[in-house]
């Protein structure tokens, strides 16, 4: 199964063509095709086990496939050299489920934040300490937050956090694994309103990845189904 590009209109900026993923003999993704058009939010959504986070981590080229082709921006990610890779990896980048454990907890906010522009070699270009506050106050997020530690912080704050350091290298996507699962319910409802007005205002692609079918139906303009690894109707 395969969804098309919304309206033929905006340029395909990622595609995932019979993508097979296997631990040892079982394929745990297996066969899966679909496409995300730039500025366009598609959600992927299935019970725990279906295969979801593999395709994710296949996306991102954080484990290789047995099988298939991912392109991004046209470019086949699959068989791409270390080196060729890193110079590709701002333009799409990672929100996982769990906040807390996607910072450290022995730096403050505004250093991790940096981190990208400092490892890419941006920060002096971009004047890194304004850029931090610029992209705390796009989150919801005063500047007085980055000098906090991430155990300072709610649960909602940190999201906001790792959404904020995804977006220092102005990517053009976001894959979203879980993203709001791990918080409580207060607080899931702002991060879904964050996201989507963050794809609003910056033109954004989604994958968003999510056993949420709620939470999906509310962000994306169009949502795939997972089960066993394939998607169904």
Request: charged fraction near 25%.
């Amino acid at each position: 199964m395969s969804g098309g590009v919304t309206g033929g209109l905006n340029r395909s900026l990622l595609e995932v063509r019979d993508l097979v993923v296997r631990y040892g003999e079982r394929p745990v993704v297996d066969g899966v095709s679909f496409e995300v058009a730039a500025g366009e939010s598609v959600g992927l959504v299935g019970p725990s086990g279906c295969g979801k986070s593999t395709t994710a981590g296949a996306v991102l080229r954080l484990l290789r496939p047995h099988s298939g082709s991912v392109r991004f921006d046209g470019v086949e990610l699959t068989a791409l050299r270390e080196r060729d890779l890193r110079r590709l990896r701002p333009r799409f980048q990672p929100v996982f489920q769990d906040p807390y454990g996607s910072l450290s907890p022995r730096r403050r906010v505004r250093e991790q934040i940096a981190e990208p522009l400092r490892v890419h070699g941006r920060r002096s270009a971009e004047d890194g300490q304004d850029r931090v506050d610029e992209l705390l106050g796009l989150v919801g997020l005063d500047p007085a937050h980055g000098r906090r530690f991430p155990h300072e912080l709610s649960g909602g704050q940190c999201q906001r956090v790792v959404i904020a350091r995804a977006l220092a290298l102005r990517p053009e996507l976001l894959v979203l694994d879980e993203p709001t699962s791990a918080l409580d319910p207060s607080l899931r409802a702002g991060i879904l309103n964050l996201l989507m007005d963050l794809q609003d205002r910056l033109g954004l692609g989604f994958l968003f990845i999510s056993h949420d079918h709620a939470a999906v139906r509310h962000v994306c303009e169009r949502v795939l189904r997972m089960r066993d690894g394939r998607l169904v109707p």
